[in-house]
């Protein structure tokens, strides 16, 4: 077998980029590799740059909200941090999920089974199937809404459908002008593949407008180095709108008829080609459009992969799926 190439530094032979645009740049790490900050109050956000999770400090104790593995330990760093800054406890007594996945929660397991988690009841039933012993299921859950209480603090935990997970909440911070929503919205930065690996594309393109249906000046978003605004949110919104436009015009400009004609019985080759030359024509647009403006929007397989899936669901959530044979 041949080795894969290997650049001057001895690392594979890695695509170059432009510059992250401004509106995209991380925070400056401390020596654990951590920024913690305050959002509101006393809710605070932390972050590696990559992941992002949040808590709450009280009287009563802290209450986490999501434990990504790549922030891990220093979770707990930064809940110690704050709280000896403020002379409060550092205990954790609660924890609530955002969704079920594992890179937001497979950190939950190193505050111990001696804390109260709290989940939608469909996270309850993805953990107790994953059966991941980094992932305790929740001792709490609810079907439509939740209001926690702790140390004279109140969150308003929602599930509005599914989106990017079947499970995926909405918690709404209503005295701390802050909205927690994962993995929908990226701060600066466009989705990675597939609307950032959504499971339900209708409920993944629909949920910034319920984001933005609560009132809230600060959103935690689960990734990436800031907390994302409102005009965040409509950024977000106008690349998706500009994706699902630009894949309605190419289901309608490109001719699968000359294809079909080419491949003949081998009709999947046939699928592959048309399905291929729509995706590419509707994202080639959307990547020069949003190119120095969103980052990421230069890693074109982003935008293609993401285009691919809204391009699908038009036709098979929305229909028509094609022209009926006369
Ligand atoms: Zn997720």
């Known amino acids: 077998m041949t080795p894969p190439a290997t650049g001057a530094t001895g690392a ?20 654990h590799g951590y920024h913690v900050w305050q959002v509101e109050r006393n809710l605070y956000a932390v972050t590696d740059n990559v992941y992002m999770s949040a808590f709450l400090t009280t009287p009563d104790g802290v209450v986490v909200f999501d434990a990504p ?6 979770i707990r760093r930064a809940v110690d941090e704050i709280t000896a800054a403020n002379g409060l406890t550092n205990q954790v007594t609660h924890m609530v999920y955002s969704h079920h996945h594992a890179d937001h929660q497979g950190a939950s397991s190193l505050f111990g089974g001696d804390i109260v988690r709290i989940g939608h009841e469909e996270t309850r039933r993805l953990l107790l199937r994953d059966d991941d012993p980094a992932r305790p299921v929740p001792d709490v859950t609810f079907s ?7 140390g004279g603090e109140r969150v308003e935990l929602a599930w509005h459908g599914p989106n990017h997970s079947p499970d995926n909440i909405y918690i709404h911070f209503p005295d701390h002008d802050t909205l927690m929503f994962i993995d929908v919205v990226n701060a600066g930065w466009i989705p990675i593949y597939n ?28 990734h990436l180095g800031r907390v994302a605004t409102r005009e965040d949110v ?22 699968p008829g000359p294809i079909f004609k080419h491949y003949g019985e081998n009709v999947w080759a046939a699928v592959s080609a048309h399905l291929d030359a729509v995706t590419e024509h509707a994202a080639a647009p959307v990547i020069a459009k949003y190119t ?26 929305r229909g028509p799926s094609g022209p009926v044979h006369p």
């Not at 593995?69 to 220093?74: E, F, L, T």
Request: glycine share 8%; aromatic share 8%.
């Open 292 to 317: 120095g403006v969103l980052g990421g929007a230069d890693i074109e397989v982003y935008t293609r992969t993401t285009t691919f899936a809204i391009m699908q669901s038009i036709r098979l959530d």
């Open 144 to 150: 439509d809404s939740y209001t926690l209480e702790v």
């Open 69 to 74: 593995p790549n922030i891990g330990h220093n």
């Open 195 to 222: 609307l950032n690996l959504s499971d339900d594309v209708i409920g993944y393109t629909g949920a910034p407008a319920i984001a933005l249906d609560y009132p809230w000046t600060h959103l935690i978003s689960g």
């Open 12 to 31: 594979p032979d890695l695509p170059e980029y432009a510059p992250v645009p401004a509106i995209a740049k991380g925070a400056a790490l401390n020596e």
């Open 234 to 255: 409509a950024m977000h919104q106008q690349y998706i709108a500009d994706i699902e436009a630009s894949s309605r015009e190419a289901l309608a400009s490109v001719n």
